[in-house]
C-alpha cells in the first residue's frame, strides 16, 4: 500500500459524506490499527484498510452486489496494495461469492461488523456513551439474536479463525472504541 494515514482520510472524505458511515470507517480503522499490533503487521496500513473498506457504499446506493466492486477500481486508481483491496472486497463477501481466507480478511471482517454492535449497545445506554458499556453487557447484546439483529455475529466470530477469542476481541473493540469516543461518537449524544 503506497498511501499515507493523510491521504488515506482525504479518499474516504471524497467517497463517504454520510455522519454514521464516517464515524463506522473511522471505528473500523482504529480496531484494525490495535489488532495490528498484535499480529505484529503494519499498524497504519491496518488502519487505512478499516477506513477504506465501505469507500463506495454511498456510491453504488448500498447495493450489496456491487458493494466492494468499486470499491476495487477507487482502491487501484490511487495505489493501494491488492491485498488489502481483496480484504476490502472479502468483507462484503456473502453478497459478493468472496470467500474470506486471510487473516487480514477476517479480521476486517469482524473489526467492522463489530462496530455496529458498539454504536447500538451505546444508544441502549441511559446517557448514550460508548464510555458506559460494560464487557459484559455487551456480551450480553452479542448474545440476544433480536438486539441490533442487522448485525451479523457470525462474521464477528470469524475473529475466532485469527485466533482471537470472541469476547476478549469484543472487549479490544470496545476499549479501542471508548478510548476514541469523542472522535466517534458526535450526535449519538449531546454534551
Known amino acids: 500500500m503506497e498511501i499515507s494515514r493523510a491521504d488515506?482520510?482525504?479518499?474516504?472524505?471524497?467517497?463517504?459524506?454520510?455522519?454514521?458511515?464516517?464515524?463506522?470507517?473511522?471505528?473500523?480503522?482504529?480496531?484494525?490499527?490495535?489488532?495490528?499490533?498484535?499480529f505484529k503487521e503494519n499498524r497504519d496500513q491496518w488502519y487505512i484498510a478499516g477506513i477504506l473498506h465501505d469507500i463506495d457504499y454511498e456510491l453504488v446506493n448500498e447495493d450489496p452486489k456491487r458493494h466492494g466492486l468499486e470499491a476495487e477500481r477507487i482502491l487501484s486508481e490511487n495505489g493501494i496494495d491488492k491485498r488489502y483491496i481483496e480484504a476490502i472486497k472479502a468483507h462484503n463477501g456473502e453478497n459478493l461469492g468472496i470467500e474470506r481466507t486471510t487473516l487480514l480478511s477476517h479480521v476486517l471482517a469482524a473489526s467492522e461488523t463489530s462496530t455496529g454492535l458498539i454504536f447500538a449497545s451505546a444508544l441502549m445506554m441511559p446517557d448514550k456513551r460508548i464510555s458506559s458499556i460494560k464487557?459484559?453487557?455487551l456480551k450480553k447484546k452479542f448474545k440476544s439474536k433480536s438486539f441490533a439483529a442487522k448485525v451479523n455475529r457470525d462474521t464477528i466470530k470469524e475473529?475466532?479463525?485469527?485466533?482471537?477469542?470472541?469476547?476478549?476481541?469484543?472487549?479490544?473493540?470496545?476499549?479501542?472504541?471508548?478510548?476514541?469516543?469523542?472522535i466517534l461518537t458526535g450526535n449519538l449524544h449531546e454534551d
Open 8 to 38: 488515506a482520510l482525504e479518499l474516504m472524505k471524497k467517497y463517504i459524506k454520510g455522519d454514521y458511515l464516517t464515524k463506522h470507517s473511522m471505528a473500523s480503522g482504529l480496531i484494525m490499527e490495535r489488532l495490528a499490533g498484535r
Open 135 to 137: 464487557d459484559k453487557s
Open 159 to 182: 475473529i475466532e479463525k485469527a485466533d482471537i477469542e470472541l469476547y476478549e476481541f469484543l472487549s479490544i473493540a470496545l476499549e479501542v472504541m471508548k478510548q476514541n469516543e469523542s
